[in-house]
């Protein structure tokens, strides 16, 4: 449906900018958004990458993409990637 596209479309165009580290009333730094991450391509290197960003709460795969469909939603199940697309445009 379109008006949920558009609406997808709208929350990733938003962005919230973390205050900055001086800020004294600023606990932990690293208490800000995740940055989201695409990842273009679906292989060994992808998935080692993406392994890494699971370590880091800064950090979240939303979406990912290959030129193969099915790679693309093979590698989205194994790392629980909401999203996944046959091309970088629709990255």
Known sequence: ST????EKQETMNTSVFPPPTDDETVQDPLECPPLKWGILGCGRVSHDFTQALKLLPS???V??????????ETFAKKHNIP???MSSAKL
């Open 3 to 6: 008006g949920k596209q558009k």
């Open 59 to 61: 950090s979240k795969v």
């Open 63 to 72: 979406a990912c993409a290959a030129r193969n469909a099915k790679d693309a």
């Open 83 to 85: 999203t996944s697309c």
